[in-house]
């Protein structure tokens, strides 16, 4: 199993630009979740899904989009990047109640 | 929401030496709380968790206990060893919400040889 898989793994991208990252899982979770972690924030959630067709917002949506057409892919859109969304980026998924999430490898964005 | 509280923000020990990080969280309806180490430059993963019917948990040289009136909780790493070294966050789930964690700013922990 691949298990939570997210590309690209590095992006620099130009302030007004806009880009997805992708994110991918082979386990049949339902719960998908982006996260970002920036230096002494830890990891704040930006939106996640409990399923199929089911998004809802995080603590920190503006500037992101997501969708979920299928179980498997969770992608996040930056619709105008700007160089506060620099951060590193984190898909994860679970099976949901009391059980753990598993993250994929991250991505590291950088604006400018 | 949920918020989850977490210290100290770095913690530096030596080889040998016990390290303790501490959680609070806010919403009483939290019966999930697991811990996960992240090394530099990769991804979160799991090390071990704690359900609200459990008061302590142990695996090996790290343990978990969880106080329920207080709403806190903590990790206990004992005989540190360098590759303990790392950042570790603590999170909570919400009984009946989204099952999504909720997680604390992280504790980088250094271990000194």
């Known amino acids: 199993n691949a298990g939570v898989t997210q590309t690209p793994k590095f992006q620099v991208l130009k302030t007004g630009q806009s880009m997805t990252l992708q994110c991918a899982q082979d386990m049949n979770h339902e719960y998908m979740s982006w996260y970002r972690q920036d230096p002494g924030m830890g990891l704040r959630l930006i939106h996640y899904?409990?399923?199929?067709?089911?998004?809802d917002q995080g603590e920190v949506p503006n500037g992101y989009n997501v969708s979920r057409s299928t179980t498997e892919d969770f992608p996040l859109r930056l619709l105008s990047a700007a160089p506060s969304q620099t951060s590193v980026y984190f898909c994860?998924?679970?099976?949901?109640?009391?059980?753990?999430?598993?993250f994929g490898q991250g991505t590291r964005l950088t604006v400018v | 929401g949920e918020n989850v509280e977490q210290h100290p923000s770095t913690l530096s020990v030596q080889e040998g030496d016990s390290a303790v990080i501490k959680c609070t969280y806010s919403d009483s309806a939290s019966n999930y709380f697991p811990w996960y180490k992240q090394e530099l430059g990769k991804r979160p993963q799991l090390i071990i968790d704690?359900?609200?019917?459990?008061g302590e948990k142990k695996d090996q040289r790290i343990a978990v206990t969880l106080n329920k009136t207080a709403k806190h909780f903590s990790l206990h790493i004992t005989e540190t060893q360098p590759e303990d070294s790392a950042v570790y966050f603590c999170?909570?789930?919400?009984?009946?919400?989204?099952?999504?964690?909720?997680f604390g700013r992280g504790t980088s922990l250094i271990v000194h040889p």
């Open positions: 999170a909570s789930q919400v009984a009946g919400g989204s099952y999504i964690p909720t």
């Open positions: 899904s409990v399923g199929a067709g089911i998004t």
């Open positions: 994860a998924s679970s099976y949901g109640e009391n059980t753990e999430a598993f």
């Open positions: 704690i359900r609200s019917n459990v």
